[in-house]
């Protein structure tokens, strides 16, 4: 059980004493805590900012015409503050206005280019039990973004931690392998397999695909907007090894900070309010292993 006192503004709530790793906790605005952290200590930032108009009562609300100029000072913090060799996964969401989908995350994509961030790759995090509904124009979304950046082309990765298993169609599709199948191009970038499916035969694990499927949150401990533990810890384990440090300037109920200390990893959350810094520490200090 870790137990501490809750600090003031700008100083951090500090476990410390978890037997392989460490979390703090900034109570603060985002924009001033991250000045707090130096340069290039951070392996993974993963967040999940209030969305366009969303979170009102509890964040304030940014219009989308304003995201981009509100995200980018942060964006420029988190870009000082992640090693050359670590990654930033962004959760993000598009808002419709007047029936039209708002452009304002390829808008805040192409600002952060503009900055030397290197867009990566995107991830979409599949809502297995999202609610249904519709809309005189659309369905309801059961997906969200997962925008990948990096500094650099070369950043850490470590891909057989997120390994599943091959599944049950391998035992019909591999079964009987036509002369085609046998005959395709093996892969160019070093994956193994390519289209020869030949390579697949024998294997009991694979690498996962850039869709996640994961169920939302069932309790929102009494917070606007929680994502499962499982995201976070997902990518936790697919960028960091033990001992490195996660970041979330988007703190909220803790949720990156449980995931990171359940996996061996230092973690740094900043949040706005009191009350889910508190809440956050009531979690980590039940949640934890």
Known sequence: ????????PTRPLLFEDIPKATAKIYCDD????????PDNSIDLIITSPPYADQRASTYGGIKPDKYVEWFSPIAK????????????????????????RHTYV?????EMRKMGWLWTE????????????????????AWERLLQFNKTKNFNMYQDEV????????????KNLSETDKKRDNSKVGSGFGKNISNWVGRDMV??????????ESSNKSHSAVFP????????????????TVLDPFLGSGTTCVASLNLDRNSIGIEILDEYCKLAQERINKETK
Do not use: H
């Open 1 to 8: 059980m870790n137990t501490i006192e809750l600090t003031k």
């Open 30 to 37: 985002c924009l001033n805590a991250l000045k707090n952290l």
């Open 77 to 100: 913090e988190l870009l000082r503050v992640l090693k050359d060799d670590g990654t930033f996964v962004l959760n993000i969401k598009e808002k419709v206005v007047d029936g039209e």
């Open 106 to 110: 390829l808008e805040l994509i192409q």
């Open 122 to 141: 995107e991830f979409v995090w599949s809502k297995k039990n999202c609610f249904p509904g519709k809309w005189p124009n659309r369905f309801r979304d």
């Open 163 to 174: 390994r599943i298993p091959i599944g049950d169609w391998s035992k019909s599709r591999l």
């Open 207 to 216: 690498y996962p695909t850039n869709v996640v499927c994961l169920p939302t």
């Open 229 to 244: 533990v499982g995201l976070p810890a997902w990518f936790i384990k697919l960028f960091t090894k033990t001992g490195d």
